[in-house]
T-cell receptor
């Protein structure tokens, strides 16, 4: 299994541009998450999904959109990039939200908005 | 979700035990204590979790005080590859699986 994969690894955007961060998992997990991590800080939850067609907001959803059309994919969309969105973005998945089901993280996408 | 407090940084000699403390005085009765770690530039990695009893797995041991207000993660024989930021997280299941990460403890294992 490849686990959780994310593309691209790095990206530089200009203010106002849009992009989609891709996340795919091959473990047939129902739950998927998007986090952002600013320098020197812990991770903050942006959006999560409990299954195909179901998404919900996390702690910092403003400026982002998500969709979940398949179990495997959970893309994150930035519509109008702003410097405040410069961060490292991590996607994660888990089989369920039960206590013994841990979250598996991807390698991250490092985004810079100039 | 319980608020957790951890020291910002710690050092440990290679081959010695690393003991990472965490205070979670506001933890409720059904909240578990989870530990994740993040090696530089990588995604976080699950280590261990527990509710009341002490737990051990192939990576670490988790000691939870009887009043559950604090816990200690123990890496029995730290190696250079254990250098990472360690996050202690309090949470419950059936909450959408949401993990609330604090700033963690940066552990430096030195030769």
């Amino acid at each position: 299994n490849a686990g959780v994969t994310q593309t691209p690894k790095f990206r530089i955007l200009k203010i106002g541009q849009s992009m989609t961060l891709q996340c795919t998992q091959d473990m047939n997990h129902n739950y998927m998450y998007w986090y952002r991590q600013d320098p020197g800080m812990g991770l903050k939850l942006i959006y999560y999904s409990v299954g195909a067609g179901i998404t919900d907001k996390g702690e910092v959803p403003n400026g982002y959109n998500v969709s979940r059309s398949t179990t495997e994919d959970f893309p994150l969309r930035l519509e109008l990039a702003a410097p405040s969105q410069t961060s490292v973005y991590f996607c994660a998945s888990s089989p369920s939200d039960y206590v013994t089901d841990t979250q598996y993280f991807g390698p991250g996408t490092r985004l810079t908005v100039l | 979700d319980a608020k957790t407090t951890q020291p910002p940084s710690m050092d440990c000699a290679e081959g010695r035990a690393a003991n990472l403390p965490c205070n979670h005085s506001t933890i409720s009765g059904n909240e578990y204590v989870y530990w994740y770690r993040q090696i530089h530039s990588q995604g976080p990695q699950y280590i261990i979790h527990g509710l009341k009893n002490n737990e051990t797995n192939e990576m670490a041991s988790l000691i939870i005080t009887e009043d559950r207000k604090s816990s200690t993660l123990i890496l029995p024989h730290a190696t250079l590859r254990d250098t990472a930021v360690y996050y202690c997280i309090g949470g419950t299941y059936n909450q959408g699986g949401k993990l609330i990460f604090g700033q963690g403890t940066e552990l430096s294992v030195k030769p």
